[in-house]
Nanobody, 122 residues
C-alpha cells in the first residue's frame, strides 16, 4: 500500500506561484509513475503532469508548471508559476506502481491522495 499526502495549496493572486508537495509512505515510489491531476467544480478530473524517467505536461500548463521528485524524501513536487484563475481546482497526487513504459491513463493510477485546494484570484 502507498499513502499519498498532498500539501502546499492555498489562495494566490493571478500571476503568482505555488509549490505543491506529495509525500509518499508505505513503499518507495522512486520508480513509479507519479502524476498530478486536478478537478475544478463541475468538471472532470484532468491530467496536469507526470514523471517517471521523463516528464509529461498537459498543454494548458506547459511552460508554467514543473514536476520533479526527490527520491531521498520519497516526495514529488509541482512548481506552479504564472498561475491563472482557470488553474483553480483541487489538485491530486497519484501513483502508478505497475512499471508502465507509457504515460498511464487516469484510471491506471492505483493510489491517490486526498487533494489540496488551489485558488487563483483575478
Amino acid at each position: 500500500q502507498v499513502q499519498l499526502v498532498e500539501s502546499g495549496g492555498g489562495l494566490v493572486q493571478a500571476g503568482g506561484s505555488l509549490t505543491l508537495s506529495c509525500a509518499a509512505s508505505g513503499r518507495t515510489v522512486s520508480s513509479f509513475f507519479m502524476g498530478w491531476f486536478r478537478q475544478a467544480p463541475g468538471k472532470e478530473r484532468e491530467f496536469v503532469a507526470a514523471i517517471r524517467w521523463n516528464t509529461y505536461y498537459a498543454d494548458s500548463v506547459k511552460g508554467r508548471f514543473t514536476i520533479s521528485r526527490d527520491n531521498a524524501k520519497n516526495t514529488v513536487y509541482l512548481q506552479m508559476n504564472s498561475l491563472k484563475p482557470e488553474d483553480t481546482a483541487i489538485y491530486y497526487c497519484a501513483a502508478d506502481p505497475n512499471g508502465r513504459f507509457y504515460l498511464p491513463r487516469l484510471d491506471e493510477y492505483d493510489y491517490w491522495g486526498q487533494g489540496t485546494q488551489v485558488t487563483v484570484s483575478s
